[in-house]
């Protein structure tokens, strides 16, 4: 058996496996992170970089707080990774609009404005003027907005070169271009992982392919798992199930030391985040397109529009690249981070779904915790991949369980 030498392996190289490769290798594991392509090359790459909990949120609630607390470790986490590597993530805390263009609009901001300031968060509340004085390019259709002070937003692509180097720099063995094809398991635990490259054992397995979750086998020795008793992760095709929801963004070139916004800004069904280099990313959309990363010309359309609604000049600039990516998306919505509730030594850090990026502190600290003490860190109580058994259990019985929708699309 070859690299058997490690005391966890961390499958997937996107913002997760390197947040949680990152934060094992610093606290002392011997760590073999393995990536079937380059890392941070899907969605970690397509990603948008926004870190905005409170910008779609109506409610207090599990995952609200753990995305807030992920959202307020930032500027240390990039602090520790430009002192660690020398790579500026460029944490940009000039803060969120949120625009309102019709009465519905101001009612769901006065709502969403009164909650947030009851509950002790930042937000403000801007009329027509003030919002275009803090934005002249901005629709002369607005009628207002929400802005969110805290709510930042990070280059992701240097995020993840960041984070790669730090792994490096820690001492995590980095497998490129090194497919994991299954997860042996005997006895119960999980004691290896098939790869392109030879089976690599370990103590511990991290699985963090991103939309790619489920399609990593297990090969057990276990009898298969009685319909009546069904067990996560017990079967061939291992739960939780995580589905690719794609996501087209396009790329405009702004006019040089002219930035057309400097807010993230959302608007109608989408939103712009102008970048420190000079380019403003336009997207997006949901869509359920199997693992199809293709940029459509429907897609196209509808980014352009909503970018127009919002500053109606960015008609006038060069679209210099389009791209799209694939969200990992749980059945709840919810991200999955933790033990195996079927198999020991088997951890997930996955179903990031829109919020990989916002989540990247956290998922790294609080798995990493979890998989060097075996206790699960309160604030990932909620993500456990145990709370899918119920689901499960109500399919082999042959009731319809619908698991409630958490967050709306966007
Ligand atoms: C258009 C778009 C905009 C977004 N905007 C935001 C945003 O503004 N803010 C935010 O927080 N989030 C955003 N997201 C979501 C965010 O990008 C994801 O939640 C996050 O990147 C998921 O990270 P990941 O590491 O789980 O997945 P990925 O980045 O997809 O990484 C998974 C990795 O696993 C590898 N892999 C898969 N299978 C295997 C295997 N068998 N063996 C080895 N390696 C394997 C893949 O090659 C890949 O590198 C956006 C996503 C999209 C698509």
Redesign the pocket.
């Known amino acids: 058996m070859e690299g058997s030498g490690a005391d966890v392996v961390v499958?997937?190289?996107?913002?997760?496996?390197?947040s949680v490769a990152r934060e094992l290798a610093r606290r002392g594991t011997r760590t073999t992170l393995?990536?079937?392509?380059?890392?941070?090359?899907?969605?970690?790459?397509?990603?948008?970089?926004?870190?905005?909990p409170q910008v779609e949120a109506d409610a207090r609630d599990d995952f609200f707080n753990f995305a807030c607390s992920s959202r307020d470790a930032y500027p240390a986490f990039a602090d520790a990774l430009r002192e660690e590597t020398g790579v500026d993530i460029e944490l940009d805390c000039t803060g969120t609009l949120r625009l309102a263009f019709t009465e519905d609009d101001e009612r769901e901001h006065a709502r969403r404005f009164e909650w947030q300031r009851g509950a002790g968060l930042l937000v403000e509340q801007l009329d027509a003027a003030e919002t275009r004085a803090l934005e002249p390019a901005l629709s002369a259709r607005v009628r207002g907005a929400l802005r969110f002070p805290r709510e930042w937003?990070v280059e992701?692509r240097r995020l993840?070169d960041a984070l790669a180097r730090a792994c490096r720099l820690a001492g995590v063995r980095v497998l490129e271009e090194?497919?994991?094809?299954s997860l042996n398991v005997r006895g119960g635990r999980f004691v290896s992982v098939e790869?392109s490259r030879g089976t690599f054992g370990a103590g511990a397995v991290v699985v963090?392919?991103?939309?790619?979750?489920s399609?990593?086998t297990i090969e057990t020795d276990a009898a298969p798992p009685s319909p009546l008793a069904p067990v996560l992760d017990a079967n061939v095709e291992h739960s939780p199930r995580i589905e690719p929801?794609?996501?087209?963004?396009l790329c405009y070139a702004m006019r040089e030391n002219e930035p057309l916004v400097r807010h993230v800004v959302y608007g109608a069904g989408g939103y712009v985040?102008p970048r420190r280099d000079g380019r403003l990313l336009a997207?997006?959309?949901t869509e359920r397109a199997g693992f199809d990363k293709s940029v459509t010309e429907e897609g196209r359309r509808a980014i352009r529009l909503c970018a127009e609604g919002i500053a109606p000049a960015s008609a006038d600039l060069k679209i210099t690249g389009e791209?799209?990516?694939?969200?990992?998306r749980a059945e709840d919505d919810l991200p999955v981070l933790g033990a195996s509730a079927g198999i020991e030594n088997l951890f997930y850090?996955?179903?990031?779904?829109?919020?990989?990026?916002?989540?990247?502190p956290l998922t790294g600290a609080l798995v990493a915790e979890m998989v060097m003490s075996g206790a699960t860190p309160a604030p990932l109580a909620p993500f456990s991949p145990a709370r899918f058994i119920a689901a499960r259990r109500a399919e082999s019985e042959g009731s319809c369980f619908t698991p409630k929708l958490h967050r709306k699309n966007f």
């Open positions: 499958v997937g190289g996107g913002v997760a496996g390197l393995v990536e079937r392509a380059r890392l941070g090359a899907e969605a970690s790459w397509a990603a948008a970089g926004m870190l905005a937003q992701n993840c090194t497919e994991a094809r790869t963090a392919c991103g939309a790619w979750s399609l990593l929801v794609r996501g087209q963004i985040v997207g997006t959309t791209w799209a990516g694939l969200r990992p850090a996955t179903g990031h779904y829109r919020n990989g990026i916002l989540l990247a």
